[in-house]
């Protein structure tokens, strides 16, 4: 693991590990590596045929990330406001 994505408030938000000692090898099963290996593959296969597909796609999701989502617990459905102890 190199980076990690951590939530505050409603932001995600990627940084680096906390320590040095945080980066580590995790271990991944045969079958989960070979999805993974599939995902890249076809990744990589269509960003050479439909580069200009994947940077809008890539400019979308991250406007998406980067818009304000109001934070404060009246703006969140009531099931999700803190509740008055009492």
Request: proline share 6%.
């Amino acid at each position: 693991m190199r980076w990690q994505i951590a939530q505050l408030g409603w932001d995600p938000i990627q940084g680096t590990l906390k320590t040095d000692a945080s980066d580590r090898e995790i271990a991944v099963d045969a079958e989960t590596m070979a999805i993974l290996k599939e995902h890249k593959f076809t990744r990589d296969a269509y960003t050479s045929v439909y580069p200009e597909a994947v940077a809008a796609a890539a400019e979308a999701t991250a406007a998406l990330l980067a818009a304000k989502v109001p934070s404060s617990a009246s703006h969140r459905p009531a099931r999700y406001r803190p509740q008055a102890e009492g």
